[in-house]
């Protein structure tokens, strides 16, 4: 049994030998290679941009139980935004991180007399921005969450201790970029959906509880500048 054993590993070694023969040979009939003459895997340069965004909303909520809610229109939106482009392991480079800040305006109408609410807010976005380019323009992909506070309402009685004035919640939405170095133009319509209720749930009842979530359409520009 150990000599088939021996005669077959001896075999088996001679083949892988005289395959790595022909290699050699067949490689040395070829044009001879300077190893240092191949050209590197491309590497894709990182983009860091920081521009500034106009955003004009239509704002509601959805509530349980409902109060006849209905869309306002809110203008009033500007954020301060950086963006960082970047070849993931130095292949995939369709990826990018936004990061800013935002003050700007929500709240929703209502059928009811009673009922209906404008606030201002501050917030901070944190959105993976998903790009492809073609010529001079880029699609852009945008998935991500936001954190943010409530600072003021138009309600003549302020805040009281039933308003909760954290926010934060998701967002989402496509846009269309124009590059022309050093500046880029961007369009983009985005959803943005609170996860966290404007009121607490007894505010108005112990017995019947509201939840009452912020959710917004946001069409913007936005103007960047390339920093390297």
Known sequence: MKKILLTLFATLLFFQLNGQ??????????????????APTQKYKSIHMLGVRYGYSFCTVSSSPT??????QCPMNF????TYYHALWDQLFNFGVQVGVKYGEEGY??????????????????VSQFKIDFS????????GGYYGYRISTERESGWDKYDLRNDYGIIGGLGLAVVFKPFE??????????????????????EYWMLCYPR?????????????
């Not at 109060?67 to 306002?72: A, F, L, Q, S, T």
């Not at 109408?109 to 404008?118: A, D, I």
């Not at 001079?136 to 998935?143: C, K, Y």
Request: with cysteine.
């Open 79 to 82: 954020s301060l935004l950086y």
């Open 67 to 72: 109060v006849g809610e209905g869309y306002i």
């Open 109 to 126: 109408s209502s059928k009811y007399e009673q009922w209906g609410e404008r606030y201002k807010i501050i917030e901070i976005p944190l």
């Open 136 to 143: 001079r323009f880029r699609l852009l992909v945008n998935a």
């Open 216 to 228: 917004n359409i946001m069409l913007s520009v936005s103007l960047f500048v390339h920093l390297w």
């Open 21 to 38: 023969e022909n290699v050699i040979i067949s490689d040395l009939n070829d044009d001879f290679v300077d190893i240092d003459s191949i």
């Open 185 to 206: 133009i961007q369009i983009e319509g985005n959803y943005k959906y609170s996860l966290c209720s404007i009121y607490h749930t007894n505010k108005f009842s112990d």
